[in-house]
Structures are given as structure tokens and as C-alpha cells.
């Protein structure tokens, strides 16, 4: 058996092996750790002529029985050995943990805690669902019709299937894409480069559980190959900067998963008691290694800008790169060293402008881009932003970065700009009437809650059951 696994393209289940492939590497010491086959956009187009079978499989099932399948497939993703490509490989849990670190750059410690948020949500899917359907009869999805709430109900699927153009930087984001099995919609993902392998485990795991494998396209491709997904499948989800998703603003089929730009607001009835919450702001910056759209890039306050500014960075400005197995690791390293390059750059460039000042610098020992044991790392910025007309005070990066801004309570929310998620730290009936109003806000934590904590019971970047189906009038003849 070759030593190196190679991970296959999955055309409706069924393993290819391309002659087209690529290495995946670790970023720090550059072994070669799978191969993997890519594919051109001609066999993606190809093999989606045929979606409908895929979709047929799925049509078998009742939504209960396929919840009872990912409750299965989230203790498979978790606990078991699973195939890990076509040529006899298989991956533990533990296997799946180094591999993905050693890609990545996230520490062991970062990669546990997603793969527990992904356990939770399959192992959870009924609630999962009943907070997305806000409390449908699950059995009129088999139906398609059905009677709830005194009224005839009817739905129907909007989609082929659901076309998903991932990210590497954050494995935790495929959960975002598992309500779509118990919706009865077949899968087509393109990984990300460094990151095929949660979604290549889940798809295993699934398939273990009991889920028919024709339900799951896995398609290593290029921008080409990305488009086709994008635009066939009928709905679909893509991760990225403004500058690979701007060109779907516009497309009500595709999901946009961009910068969240999340934010903390403190009111002033609660200002006074600001060192109270330097923990939880710390937290909301810094958790997972601040890659996630859920992070906090500014914190926004009526006054005591600087001395906030300055216990943050006094916190988390000294944070050094260590072992990824070390259980208290806070910094993940780039895979990609030239965009660490890249935001070091972007950083300093704007701080050129006046009115902002890195009060970490005066905490961190060396320079902000660092080298540890062959990996690349950025240390933690915090940033004091004069106003929030500075450039760096709305801007987000794949690092433990933020911006403290200090605005009147009464302009907050014209300033904010979209949020995904705002953490608003308040008690004042006036001020969270205006929060709860705002159009601006997709998630609305109130009181001293992390912008990184997820009720999987509500919508989570997107509602994905209103994404998927559509309810339509009906009248049926006794």
C-alpha cells in the first residue's frame, strides 16, 4: 500500500482517480501528506446533468430517518476510523487532528473544539431543524403537504442540490452545509485547497451512518470547476473576501459567507464597569485563533477607548506561537505565509494614516509577523482608531485582530455598518429597542454574551431550510 493516501473526486459517491493531481503539504514542514485528484469544469458539468439521481436517493428517506442518520454520521465524524481515500488509507480521530493541524495551522486544541461544534450540530440535527423550521411538522417535507397550525402548509425544494465552494481556514464552517442531508438535498462541494479533509471525513461518516453515497459530489477543482457548482446546482454557499464574492452580491441563489465584521458594543448605562468585560472581549477577538466571521474586528464604546484598547493588548499582545499539541496554544499558523505577509503589510500601511495607533506594539516582543519551528505566525493587534472614518477601524483579518473605537451611544448603530453577529452589552430598554430594530445586525447577542457563542437552535449565518425549500399556497379537493 502507498505510504501517502490519495483522496479521490467523489462523483455522485464514486471514487475517480484524476490524472490530474495535486500534493497537500504541511505549512511548516512541507511533507507531503495526501495527494489529491482535481477535475476540470467539463466532468463537474457533466456529472450534474445527472443531479436528479442523486436527489432520488435522498427522496427514499423520511426526514426523521435521515435525522436519525446524522445523529449517526456526528459520532462516526467524532469517534471512528474511517476511510480516508482509495487506496486502502483509513484516518482515526486523532489522525484526522494532527493531519489537519499540520495543514492548517490551527493547534490541536483549535481543531477539538471544531470538531465538537460539528459533533454538536449532526448529533443535534432535530433542534437544528425545529429552530430553522421554526417548528414545522417535519412530515410534511415527506409529504410536501400537509396541516399545522390550523392552516394547509405546502413545500417544495428549491434546489438540485446544494453547491458549497469552501474555505480552508476554519473547519468548523462545513457545519453550516449539514442540514442539508435531513432536507433531503444531495451535496456538491469543492474543498478548499489545504482543507479537504473535514469535509472528505464527513462525507465518510455520513456514508457510514447509513446515507446513500450518490447524495455527495466531492470535486477538488479550479475557479473554472468553482463556477459551474456555483451556477448549476440551483442554491449554493461560497466562502471568501469581498473579492472573490462580490460578483454574488446580487444572486439570490448563492449564499455569501464573507467577513463578518462582528462587533461589541457597550452602552453607557454599562461603560462604567468596562474592566468587567475585558475577558469576554479577549475571548470574542482571540477564540480560534481569530479566523472565524464570528470573532470580534471592533469593539465600540462611548468613552475609555484607550484604557480598553490597552488592557487588550495588554492581554493578548504578549501571545507567542507554541507546539500545536500544547493544550494552551492561541495562535494558529498560515498555511499560506505570503498572507500573513499580505495583512502584516496591509496593517502597517493603514497605520500610516493618522489617527490610529497598534497599542500592542508596546506589548509583543519582536515584530508582528513571526517565525516558530518553520510555521508563520501574526501576533495578536489592537488597534485605537480616533474614529471610525479610519480604515482600520471596520476591518477584519484571519488573525486575532480588532479595533477600539470610541462613538456616542446615540451614532453607534448609524456607524456600525453590516454586522454579522454584535455582542451589545446594555441594559437600557431605549438603546436595545433601537439594536433590536436595526437592519444592520444578523445575529444580536444581548448583554455580556461572546459574539462566538452559537445556539444551534436558531439560524447560524443564514437560515439553510429557507435557502433550500419554498412554501407555496395549496388546495386540495376532499
Request: proline share 6%; net charge negative; glycine share 8%.
Amino acid at each position: 500500500m502507498n505510504s501517502i493516501p490519495h483522496i479521490p473526486c467523489l462523483r455522485r459517491g464514486a471514487s475517480y482517480e484524476s490524472l490530474d493531481q495535486i500534493d497537500i503539504t504541511g505549512y511548516a514542514t512541507e511533507q507531503t501528506l495526501a495527494t489529491v485528484s482535481t477535475v476540470n469544469a467539463g466532468i463537474i458539468r457533466r456529472d450534474l446533468k445527472r443531479i436528479n439521481e442523486a436527489k432520488a436517493t435522498l427522496q427514499n428517506f423520511s426526514v426523521d430517518q435521515l435525522i436519525d442518520m446524522s445523529s449517526k454520521a456526528g459520532e462516526a465524524f467524532l469517534k471512528e476510523t474511517l476511510p480516508l481515500g482509495d487506496k486502502g488509507h483509513h484516518q482515526s480521530p486523532s489522525d484526522y487532528i494532527n493531519t489537519l493541524s499540520s495543514t492548517s495551522g490551527l493547534p490541536h486544541v483549535m481543531v477539538k473544539r471544531n470538531m465538537q461544534k460539528i459533533y454538536h450540530a449532526l448529533t443535534h440535527m432535530r433542534t437544528v431543524l425545529n429552530g430553522l423550521t421554526r417548528g414545522l411538522d417535519l412530515s410534511i417535507l415527506d409529504r410536501g403537504y400537509g396541516e399545522q397550525f390550523g392552516t394547509r402548509i405546502s413545500y417544495y425544494s428549491t434546489a438540485k442540490a446544494l453547491g458549497l465552494v469552501m474555505p480552508s481556514n476554519s473547519p468548523a464552517v462545513n457545519s453550516l452545509w449539514l442540514p442539508a442531508i435531513p432536507l433531503k438535498t444531495p451535496v456538491i462541494i469543492k474543498p478548499g485547497r489545504e482543507e479537504p479533509w473535514t469535509p472528505y471525513r464527513l462525507i465518510q461518516s455520513f456514508i457510514a451512518a447509513g446515507c446513500p453515497a450518490e447524495a455527495f459530489g466531492f470535486y477538488p477543482t479550479d475557479h473554472e470547476g468553482a463556477g459551474v457548482i456555483l451556477q448549476t446546482c440551483g442554491r449554493a454557499l461560497i466562502f471568501g473576501d469581498k473579492n472573490t464574492t462580490s460578483q454574488f452580491a446580487n444572486d439570490p441563489r448563492i449564499q455569501i459567507h464573507g467577513p463578518g465584521f462582528s462587533k461589541i458594543l457597550v452602552g453607557e448605562d454599562q461603560i462604567e464597569q468596562w474592566p468587567d468585560f475585558i475577558d469576554l472581549m479577549a475571548s470574542s477577538i482571540a477564540e480560534n485563533g481569530g479566523r472565524s466571521c464570528i470573532n470580534a474586528s471592533a469593539v465600540i464604546v462611548p468613552k475609555y477607548g484607550l484604557e480598553i484598547a490597552d488592557a487588550l493588548a495588554k492581554r493578548l499582545g504578549p501571545l507567542q506561537p507554541t507546539h500545536p499539541e500544547d493544550a494552551e496554544a492561541r495562535l494558529s499558523g498560515f498555511a499560506n505565509p505570503k498572507m500573513a505577509t499580505y495583512i502584516d503589510g496591509a496593517i502597517e500601511q493603514d497605520l500610516e494614516e493618522a489617527g490610529a495607533q497598534d497599542i500592542t506594539a508596546r506589548y509583543r516582543t519582536g515584530k508582528r509577523q513571526m517565525e516558530f519551528e518553520g510555521g508563520t505566525y501574526l501576533s495578536p493587534t489592537i488597534v485605537h482608531c480616533n474614529s471610525m472614518n479610519h480604515p482600520l477601524a471596520n476591518r477584519e483579518f484571519l488573525c486575532p485582530y480588532a479595533s477600539v473605537v470610541e462613538v456616542p451611544q446615540s451614532e453607534m448603530l448609524e456607524s456600525i455598518g453590516p454586522s454579522l453577529v454584535v455582542t451589545a452589552i446594555t441594559r437600557d430598554p431605549s438603546f436595545t429597542q433601537e439594536l433590536l430594530n436595526s437592519d444592520l445586525i444578523e445575529r444580536l447577542n444581548l448583554g455580556a454574551i461572546p459574539t462566538m457563542k452559537i445556539s444551534w437552535d436558531q439560524p447560524h449565518e443564514g437560515n439553510m431550510f429557507e435557502f433550500l425549500y419554498k412554501r407555496r399556497s395549496i388546495e386540495r379537493e376532499a
